[in-house]
T-cell receptor, first 112, second 115 residues
Framework: ETGVTQSPTHLIKTRGQQVTLRCSSQ?????VSWYQQALGQGPQFIFQ???????GRGNFPPRFSGLQFPNYSSELNVNALELDDSALYLC???????????FGNGTRLTVT | AQSVTQLDSQVPVFEEAPVELRCNYS??????LFWYVQYPNQGLQLLLK??????LVKGINGFEAEFNKSQTSFHLRKPSVHISDTAEYFC?????????????FGAGTRLFVKA
């Protein structure tokens, strides 16, 4: 059973730039959720994808966008980066039912 | 709004002592609760879950939690902690919305086990 993998592990960007983060979901899972975890805080829900469509969104601006591909892998894109976007970005996969999330180890994004 | 409140930001405890990490949730018709653990530089791992049935839930690494509907609580307990239990612990709740379930997390409790 292949777990959730995220790339890259670390990334440094400059304010105003754009970034793409990638996630491969666990085999057998068709739903991917993205979370932002600022230092010392709990994960905040960004959005969820199911069958290549956005399936719910948290309180994040439109410059946060995503994609899900036919193999259920996913991307998170952030445009016009701001300093406050510095955080650990976590991807989690799950079945569509009420099952627990399986997390990757995250991508640490630093915006300078 | 749906919410999860973890009452303690940090809990220091000596090795082999018991520990309780407190969690309260906002009430709803259906309640699905989880505890996750996060070790440094890693993602979150599931410790245990409550979906229905027995209110005492046993998880991995000797942890257990009790679902208390009247007090809207889901506290995590371990009778004897080890140094290796030092980590961040998150209480979480699934909420049903259009398109399925979404998981919301508390702010976390840092458990620090001292020798």
């Amino acid at each position: 059973e292949t777990g959730v993998t995220q790339s890259p592990t670390h990334l440094i960007k400059t304010r105003g730039q754009q970034v793409t983060l990638r996630c491969s979901s666990q085999s057998g899972h068709n739903t991917v959720s993205w979370y932002q975890q600022a230092l010392g805080q709990g994960p905040q829900f960004i959005f969820q994808y199911y069958r290549e469509e956005e399936n719910g969104r948290g309180n994040f601006p439109p410059r946060f966008s995503g994609l899900q591909f036919p193999n259920y892998s996913s991307e998170l894109n952030v445009n016009a980066l701001e300093l406050d976007d510095s955080a650990l970005y976590l991807c989690a996969s799950s079945s569509r039912d009420n099952s627990p999330l399986h997390f990757g180890n995250g991508t640490r994004l630093t915006v300078t | 709004a749906q919410s999860v409140t973890q009452l303690d930001s940090q809990v220091p405890v000596f090795e082999e002592a018991p520990v309780e990490l407190r969690c309260n949730y906002s009430s709803s018709v259906s309640v699905y609760l989880f505890w996750y653990v996060q070790y440094p530089n890693q993602g979150l791992q599931l410790l245990l879950k409550y979906l229905s049935g027995s209110t005492l839930v046993k998880g991995i690494n000797g942890f257990e939690a009790e679902f208390n509907k009247s007090q809207t609580s889901f506290h995590l307990r371990k009778p004897s902690v080890h140094i290796s239990d030092t980590a961040e612990y998150f209480c979480a709740k699934n909420r049903r919305g259009t398109g399925g379930f979404k998981t919301i997390f508390g702010a976390g409790t840092r458990l620090f086990v001292k020798a």
